[in-house]
């Protein structure tokens, strides 16, 4: 369910794919000590994972959650136990249309969806870590199939808070220019999966925040936009994610860590929390 719909206005500020590179993981420890970073989303399968779990124990304050990934990645199990999902080199497509379509239309692929998100599941919990919350790498567990997966698995894997990524369209017009048919796009179709799944979120009481902030942006989440979004914040609970680091998206990290976007969080009272703080 959603929270806190009074009139403070309370704020996450995730860096999606920690685990993925040690410049990711460097980027989102720095943001969080010296930024406004709150939380991160762990991709268990990727190669810097374990330097980034040892880091979040170092950081406790550091929500860190999963950030299930069916796609753009290395899968977790071999080839040979998911064949409809990883080729023979263990990686996942990279088409995310290809997967949406195959995922639905192909039933057949189900029992290793859930056996491949299991044991995503599993690794996460083997960290010892707090799961903060689940979301998913490009937002595939709203996908129908892998949500409805997921919500299979809620009780077993103590997963009470999740991602519900609805950016809203009329506010981003008005703090951003450009990248229209993408903005517009992403718009319906996420809208279209969140309504969808919000109503199931809530008859199980999984709490989300009231809105997503990032979607729209598709990595350019820049100090100018974040200085735009902040007095701009409705009332209650939203998410700010990013993908911070030191090489491929570094403006998304200065913007993170900008005196003058720290200063304006302060000057505007917003109250930085995690998904466990729902």
């Given at each position: 369910m959603a929270t806190h719909d009074g009139s403070a206005r309370r704020?996450?500020?995730?860096?999606?794919?920690?685990?993925r590179t040690a410049s990711i993981n460097t980027a989102v420890i720095q943001a969080h000590q010296d930024g406004i970073l709150t939380t991160a989303s762990l991709m268990v399968n990727?190669?810097?994972?374990?330097?980034?779990?040892q880091l979040a124990r170092a950081h406790p304050r550091l929500?860190?959650?999963l950030h299930l990934a069916l796609l753009c990645g290395r899968?977790?199990?071999?080839?040979?136990?998911?064949?409809?999902?990883?080729?023979?080199?263990?990686?996942?497509?990279?088409?995310?249309?290809?997967?949406?379509?195959?995922?639905?239309?192909?039933?057949?692929?189900?029992?290793?969806?859930?056996?491949?998100i299991r044991h995503q599941l599993e690794a996460f919990r083997a960290t010892g870590l707090v799961l903060d919350h689940v979301n998913g790498h490009l937002h595939l567990h709203l996908h129908p199939t892998v949500l409805g997966i997921l919500l299979e698995l809620a009780t077993e894997f103590d997963i009470r808070r999740v991602r519900l990524t609805r950016d809203p369209l009329r506010l981003n017009l008005s703090l951003a220019r450009g990248y229209l048919g993408y903005r517009l796009s992403h718009a319906l179709i996420f809208g279209l999966l969140s309504r969808r799944a919000r109503s199931r979120f809530?008859?199980?009481?999984?709490?989300?925040?009231?809105?997503?902030?990032?979607?729209?942006?598709?990595a350019r989440v820049t100090e100018d936009y974040i200085l735009k979004l902040l007095p701009a914040l409705p009332a209650g609970d939203s998410e700010l994610y990013s993908h911070p680091s030191l090489d491929e998206f570094r403006a998304e990290y200065e913007a993170l860590i900008s005196p003058r976007v720290r200063q304006l969080a302060a000057a505007q009272g917003l109250n930085l929390i995690r998904y466990q703080d729902l």
């Amino acid at each position: 369910m959603a929270t806190h719909d009074g009139s403070a206005r309370r704020l996450i500020v995730n860096a999606d794919d920690f685990g993925r590179t040690a410049s990711i993981n460097t980027a989102v420890i720095q943001a969080h000590q010296d930024g406004i970073l709150t939380t991160a989303s762990l991709m268990v399968n990727e190669p810097a994972c374990a330097e980034a779990v040892q880091l979040a124990r170092a950081h406790p304050r550091l929500g860190v959650g999963l950030h299930l990934a069916l796609l753009c990645g290395r899968a977790g199990l071999p080839h040979e136990q998911i064949p409809g999902l990883a080729d023979a080199q263990g990686r996942f497509t990279d088409s995310p249309a290809g997967a949406g379509f195959r995922y639905f239309f192909l039933p057949g692929l189900r029992s290793q969806l859930r056996a491949e998100i299991r044991h995503q599941l599993e690794a996460f919990r083997a960290t010892g870590l707090v799961l903060d919350h689940v979301n998913g790498h490009l937002h595939l567990h709203l996908h129908p199939t892998v949500l409805g997966i997921l919500l299979e698995l809620a009780t077993e894997f103590d997963i009470r808070r999740v991602r519900l990524t609805r950016d809203p369209l009329r506010l981003n017009l008005s703090l951003a220019r450009g990248y229209l048919g993408y903005r517009l796009s992403h718009a319906l179709i996420f809208g279209l999966l969140s309504r969808r799944a919000r109503s199931r979120f809530d008859r199980l009481n999984l709490r989300y925040p009231a809105r997503v902030f990032g979607l729209l942006q598709n990595a350019r989440v820049t100090e100018d936009y974040i200085l735009k979004l902040l007095p701009a914040l409705p009332a209650g609970d939203s998410e700010l994610y990013s993908h911070p680091s030191l090489d491929e998206f570094r403006a998304e990290y200065e913007a993170l860590i900008s005196p003058r976007v720290r200063q304006l969080a302060a000057a505007q009272g917003l109250n930085l929390i995690r998904y466990q703080d729902l």
